[in-house]
């Protein structure tokens, strides 16, 4: 689910900016805009060349996350999905998440491969056929 809706966000965002790729500073724009849209307090707390940190003070899901982090899948699936076919990569890591008792969340997507340890997803640019890289 979280991956068709990042996969759809994607191209909107990406039609209403008139452009092929959206850059980091895009990218982070567009994730915090869809997060507010849909209630959820996003903002970036840093961006650097080798991740964009995001923090919220409330969550979409509102009363109904407690208890359950799973949700935090269609954050992750998101961020990740627009993250990397756009940039070509992430590894998004929950660092704190409302649903798991923390009083807020911390979200750091990562733009370059990692070794270290830590609960995190890879999302990669999809390669498609009608599209050549360069």
Request: with cysteine.
């Amino acid at each position: 689910m979280g991956a068709a809706v990042g996969k759809a966000l994607d191209q909107k965002y990406r039609a209403a900016l008139a452009v092929d790729r959206l850059s980091a500073e895009q990218v982070a724009q567009v994730l915090v805009d869809r997060k507010q849209r849909i209630k959820g307090d996003f903002y970036v707390v840093e961006q650097r060349e080798d991740r964009i940190v995001f923090a919220s003070n409330s969550c979409p899901f509102g009363e109904f996350v407690a208890g359950r982090p799973a949700l935090c899948m269609m954050t992750s699936n998101v961020f990740g999905h627009v993250t990397g076919e756009n940039l070509g990569y992430a590894r998004v890591q929950i660092d704190k998440a409302i649903a798991r008792g923390d009083p807020g969340c911390h979200v750091t997507v990562y733009l370059t491969p990692r070794e270290d340890g830590g609960e995190a997803r890879e999302y990669f640019r999809r390669v498609r056929p009608d599209l050549t890289e360069g």
